[in-house]
């Protein structure tokens, strides 16, 4: 859109196809509530509008001291996890997107309603994904024994798990780019980095805490 910087631009794709594949995948509709873990970095920021946009009911938790800004981009409500247990107020939601992995994602599945889907960044491939991802038989066979925890707690809860990895999708970015100009969406950068700091951005990545996407600058330094 030519309203964003070129910094702004490369920050949108990864992310927002990401959210859309996951929204797609949910078969997510209007009215329904969306739980975003953990919204408060560069996926929420991302998340919570696309997924208003699409009429979603959005509600997410983090850091309280992020409230004002996760409300500001459209969250309907904002959990603060230090003194709020979400799983003890939260009941009969919709769809989760999961992007904290680990014990959450059970925690997660406890707030779904029967037949609820939960569509993980952060948890284990299953057969499911394998298939839709149309790899070899082998690997079907590979990942669904891997997954097959993930795929045993669903059943528990009477729910749909799900792991999604991004692809490329020129037609979804093409409606990434008409939302976008449309609501004036701008991506939340946390850090720019150049190419000869590549290394203390990925350990950034990987270590930090960050309240958006961080970014690799091509251009040269005058």
Do not use: C, H
Not at 47 to 68: F, M, R, Y
Not at 78 to 99: A, G, N, P, S, W
């Amino acid at each position: 859109p030519s309203y964003l910087s070129d910094t702004e631009a490369a920050a949108v794709p990864l992310t927002a196809l990401t959210i859309t594949q996951a929204l797609e995948l949910m078969g997510a509709e209007s009215g329904k509530t969306l739980f975003i873990s953990g919204g408060t970095g560069g996926v929420g920021a991302m998340a919570i509008p696309i997924a208003k946009a699409k009429g979603l009911i959005v509600i997410t938790n983090g850091d309280g001291s992020n409230k004002e800004r996760v409300i500001g981009v459209g969250a309907d409500r904002f959990i603060d996890y230090k003194t709020e247990d979400y799983t003890q107020t939260l009941r009969q939601v919709d769809y989760v997107l999961d992007t904290l992995g680990g014990l959450e994602t059970e925690k997660q599945m406890s707030i779904l309603k029967k037949g609820g889907r939960l569509v993980s960044l952060r948890g284990m491939p299953n057969g499911a994904f394998a298939k839709r991802m149309n790899l070899p038989k082998w690997k079907q066979i590979l990942f669904g024994i891997v997954g097959r925890k993930f795929d045993k707690l669903a059943n528990k809860y009477g729910v749909t798990y799900d792991f999604i990895f991004v692809e490329s999708n020129g037609r979804q970015l093409q409606e990434i780019t008409d939302l976008f100009t449309e609501l004036q969406i701008k991506p939340s950068i946390d850090a720019v980095y150049s190419f000869d700091q590549i290394n203390e951005a990925l350990y950034k990545v990987a270590n930090g805490r960050s309240r958006g996407k961080t970014v690799i600058s091509f251009e040269e330094e005058k």
